[in-house]
Structures are given as structure tokens and as C-alpha cells.
């Protein structure tokens, strides 16, 4: 069955520590991939998305994520994280064979001032 | 630009009941995508709809429903409670159906259901 997993479920840093949350999924043919972030008492918001092109995609607040098609993955990172960045992530796939939207189970993400 | 809306926020009711649930999408946007979020399974997609028609279906039983209007407003009804379906209820809309182009989801806040 095709899901997207977040291996990550809680991740704890420091402030300026460097984040990579990591995002895969099960399906070898043409997809679309999101990253969507939660902040506490606020609604899902979207951060960056792939469609096409660069695999290398810039997205709000300084994160980024990289399309690796080889590895099935579309990791989330950022050089040094802030306290604002205290939220939930949740990595999301469009499978092409059905565009049906896969959530992943989300990471909680706490940062320590 | 308004954002999309969910009506209403906050729902108790009772197993056996029925519920509906309204979301207003994003004027302009055609595509309106159901949810349900738990904390054991997260997001789990519900159905998607666009131009009243439902586009896309998830796993859960047929006491799961939705519709579209004419206005890309849309409803969901779950029938027969029961204490499981207490969950938030999110929507989102976007200008194209998911797998297109314009694809990105806009969230609502959400509808905070809970059965007893």
C-alpha cells in the first residue's frame, strides 16, 4: 500500500542546532511533495512544495527540502532552527497513479530557548 | 482573502447521532479536500471534491459523506456516531484538484468533534 513515513516523531534541539526531519514514501511513479507545518494553536500551513524542475526547493522561514527520487525521499532542513520553530511537520505525497493525498504522521518538533 | 472557514468549531455529540459539518473554501477555489486528524493516525484523507463532484475517496466507511455545492461550498455528514469518529475535522481547498498544477491545500481551523 502506498504512505509516507516520518521516522522522526519527536525531535528535540537547541536554538541554532541544524534540523533535518526526514520524509519517505512508497510509490515508484510520478509524485508531488509537500511540507506542511503546524505551530501551536494556528492552522496547518504550508511551508514548500515540489511539482517539477530543481529537486533542491526553497520554502518559508529558511527551510528547505531535497527530492532525492533515487532514495523515495523529500527531507526537510534548515542550517539553525529557532525557538519559533517549535511546531509539528508533516510531510505530504500525490501519488500521480490516483492524486489521492498522503499525510505522513507528522513530527513534533520542540525547541529549547 | 478570506481564508477557508469551518462551521462550526467545537461539536459534542452523542453515539448513535448524526453530524454535519460546513467548510467555505477560498473564493476562487474549485477543490475542497476533507480530513479527519487523531493523534494515534494523523491526517487521514477523508474525499476530495471538485465542481460538486467527489473526485477521490479515502478508507472509511460509507456513514462518511460529503457533498459540493454549486458555490464550491461543501458539507460532511458522518451518520451513526460512534466514539471513535471523535476527532478534529479539517478542510482545505485549492484552486486545482490534487495531482494538478495549483494543487496546494489551504486548512481551515477545523471542526473539533467529540462523541460520547
Same mark, same amino acid.
Given at each position: 500500500?502506498?504512505?509516507?513515513?516520518?521516522?522522526?516523531?519527536?525531535?528535540?534541539?537547541?536554538?541554532?542546532?541544524?534540523?533535518?526531519?526526514?520524509?519517505?514514501?512508497?510509490?515508484?511513479?510520478?509524485?508531488?511533495?509537500?511540507?506542511?507545518?503546524?505551530?501551536?494553536?494556528?492552522?496547518?500551513?504550508?511551508?514548500?512544495?515540489?511539482?517539477? #524542475?530543481?529537486?533542491?526547493?526553497?520554502?518559508?522561514?529558511?527551510?528547505?527540502?531535497?527530492?532525492?527520487?533515487?532514495?523515495?525521499?523529500?527531507?526537510?532542513?534548515?542550517?539553525?532552527?529557532?525557538?519559533?520553530?517549535?511546531?509539528?511537520?508533516?510531510?505530504?505525497?500525490?501519488?500521480?497513479?490516483?492524486?489521492?493525498?498522503?499525510?505522513?504522521? #507528522?513530527?513534533?518538533?520542540?525547541?529549547?530557548? | 482573502?478570506?481564508? $477557508?472557514?469551518?462551521?462550526?468549531?467545537?461539536?459534542?455529540?452523542?453515539?448513535?447521532?448524526?453530524?454535519?459539518?460546513?467548510?467555505?473554501?477560498? *473564493?476562487?477555489?474549485?477543490?475542497?479536500?476533507?480530513?479527519?486528524?487523531?493523534?494515534?493516525?494523523?491526517?487521514?484523507?477523508?474525499?476530495?471534491?471538485?465542481? +460538486?463532484?467527489?473526485?477521490?475517496?479515502?478508507?472509511?466507511?460509507?456513514?462518511?459523506?460529503?457533498?459540493?455545492?454549486?458555490?464550491?461550498? *461543501? +458539507?460532511?455528514? $458522518?451518520?451513526?456516531? +460512534?466514539?471513535?469518529?471523535?476527532?478534529?475535522?479539517?478542510?482545505? *481547498? *485549492?484552486?486545482?484538484?490534487?495531482?494538478?498544477?495549483?494543487? +496546494?491545500?489551504?486548512?481551515?481551523?477545523?471542526?473539533?468533534?467529540? $462523541?460520547?
Amino acid at each position: 500500500a502506498q504512505s509516507v513515513s516520518q521516522h522522526n516523531h519527536h525531535v528535540i534541539l537547541s536554538e541554532a542546532a541544524s534540523l533535518e526531519l526526514g520524509c519517505n514514501y512508497s510509490y515508484g511513479g510520478t509524485v508531488n511533495l509537500f511540507w506542511y507545518v503546524q505551530y501551536p494553536g494556528q492552522h496547518l500551513q504550508l511551508l514548500l512544495k515540489y511539482f517539477s #524542475g530543481d529537486p533542491l526547493v526553497k520554502g518559508i522561514k529558511g527551510f528547505e527540502a531535497e527530492f532525492i527520487k533515487s532514495k523515495f525521499s523529500f527531507n526537510l532542513r534548515k542550517p539553525s532552527v529557532q525557538w519559533s520553530d517549535t511546531a509539528e511537520y508533516f510531510c505530504a505525497v500525490i501519488m500521480n497513479r490516483d492524486d489521492k493525498i498522503i499525510f505522513g504522521k #507528522g513530527t513534533r518538533l520542540h525547541i529549547l530557548p | 482573502k478570506a481564508g $477557508v472557514t469551518q462551521t462550526p468549531r467545537y461539536l459534542i455529540k452523542t453515539r448513535g447521532q448524526q453530524v454535519t459539518l460546513s467548510c467555505s473554501p477560498i *473564493s476562487g477555489h474549485r477543490s475542497v479536500s476533507w480530513y479527519q486528524q487523531t493523534p494515534g493516525q494523523g491526517l487521514q484523507f477523508l474525499f476530495e471534491y471538485f465542481s +460538486e463532484t467527489q473526485r477521490n475517496k479515502g478508507n472509511f466507511p460509507g456513514r462518511f459523506s460529503g457533498r459540493q455545492f454549486s458555490n464550491s461550498r *461543501s +458539507e460532511m455528514n $458522518v451518520s451513526t456516531l +460512534e466514539l471513535g469518529d471523535s476527532a478534529l475535522y479539517l478542510c482545505a *481547498s *485549492s484552486l486545482a484538484p490534487a495531482g494538478q498544477g495549483a494543487s +496546494e491545500q489551504y486548512f481551515g481551523p477545523g471542526t473539533r468533534l467529540t $462523541v460520547t
